[in-house]
């Protein structure tokens, strides 16, 4: 993958998380907790693994998780 498509695949998975999280008002915090994690994680995960799709699963699986736990 090049750059410029990593960095337009990464531009589109912000975008769609902040559109995502415009739909989260009727959550608990936990649940927007979870979400952001989720969504963070993904990032990180595809940007360390250089967009690896099991990467991207894993840290957004991770960050899930964090997410969840964090008050």
Known sequence: MTTTT?????TVLV???VIALSGC???SRRD???VIGAG??????S???HGSALGTIG????????????N
């Open 6 to 10: 990593k960095r337009i695949a990464t």
């Open 40 to 45: 963070a994680g993904a990032v990180g995960g």
């Open 25 to 27: 008002s009727n959550m």
């Open 59 to 70: 840290g957004a699986a991770v960050g899930g998780i964090v997410g969840h736990q964090v």
């Open 47 to 49: 940007l360390l693994t």
């Open 32 to 34: 927007r907790n979870t």
């Open 15 to 17: 975008a769609t998380l």
